[in-house]
């Protein structure tokens, strides 16, 4: 997770270098938002993993669940306080919003696949 936020950072500078009028100015807020969010479900599913093994899909889910609606929480406390460009901050809110999805998708393919031989 470390990682991918690194490639985050990465990213966003490189765009911000390239194509400055892409990026919001509120975007470090973001990839802090989402970093503390993977950060504290990470935790939590890896401490409900060890006491029960058997609910193992549905914590991933309630776990990606939780995420979600924080990050709908997130976005309309953003977007309902005085903000400019709202459009390229939802835009941009999402697009790190997918890579975060992708990484947690991937991650939870790669868990999964020991377990199904």
């Not at 060890?50 to 309630?62: C, D, R, T, Y």
């Not at 460009?85 to 999805?101: E, G, R, T």
């Amino acid at each position: 997770m470390l990682l991918l936020t690194v490639f985050v950072v990465l990213l966003t500078l490189m765009v911000q270098f390239l194509k400055p009028d892409w990026v919001h100015s509120r975007i470090w807020q973001i990839i802090i938002f989402y970093f503390g969010v993977m950060l504290v479900s990470g935790q939590l599913i890896q401490f409900l993993l060890k006491q029960s093994k058997e609910n193992s899909v549905a914590i991933l889910m309630g776990a990606t669940i939780i995420r979600f609606l924080a990050s709908l929480i997130f976005i309309a406390i953003c977007l309902f306080t005085q903000i400019d460009n709202k459009i390229l901050f939802f835009a941009d809110f999402f697009i790190i919003y997918l890579l975060y999805l992708l990484f947690d998708i991937y991650s939870l393919i790669a868990n999964l696949r020991p377990h199904s031989k």
